[in-house]
């Protein structure tokens, strides 16, 4: 295996604790990025993500979102359990664009 691949983790739940593992990631992230390394030594130190995988009715819907923050200067376009959201600027409140589609 080359060494500038990068990989994925894949982690499927099924419970309602992958909202409580999202908000803890963003918490630390707000404080200080997550780097591969402070998971394990050996990984290259570059920064974690962490990302959903959502349904593809869910994709269209935070595309069509982000066409339009795009086209009215939106800043910040997300997706969480309850909806997609977006907002202007840092500090502003995220306003619901609509609701995902429950699969």
Same mark, same amino acid.
Request: positive net charge; proline residues 2%.
């Given at each position: 295996?080359?060494?500038? +691949?990068k990989?994925n #983790?894949?982690?499927i739940?099924?419970?309602?604790k992958?909202?409580?593992?999202?908000? /803890?990631?963003k918490t630390?992230?707000?404080?200080?990025?997550? #780097? /591969?390394?402070?998971?394990?030594?050996n990984f290259?130190? !570059?920064? #974690?993500? +962490?990302?959903?995988? +959502?349904s593809?009715?869910n994709?269209?819907i935070? %595309? /069509? !979102?982000?066409?339009?923050?795009? &086209? $009215?200067? $939106?800043? $910040?376009? %997300?997706?969480?359990?309850?909806?997609v959201?977006? &907002? &202007?600027?840092?500090?502003?409140?995220?306003?619901?664009?609509?609701? +995902?589609?429950? !699969?």
């Amino acid at each position: 295996m080359r060494n500038d +691949l990068k990989s994925n #983790i894949i982690v499927i739940f099924n419970n309602n604790k992958k909202e409580e593992l999202i908000k /803890a990631f963003k918490t630390q992230c707000k404080i200080k990025p997550i #780097i /591969a390394t402070d998971l394990y030594s050996n990984f290259d130190p !570059t920064r #974690i993500y +962490l990302n959903d995988q +959502l349904s593809m009715e869910n994709k269209k819907i935070l %595309w /069509a !979102t982000k066409q339009v923050a795009s &086209k $009215y200067c $939106y800043k $910040y376009v %997300w997706s969480n359990s309850i909806g997609v959201f977006l &907002k &202007k600027k840092e500090g502003d409140t995220g306003t619901r664009s609509c609701s +995902l589609v429950v !699969t």
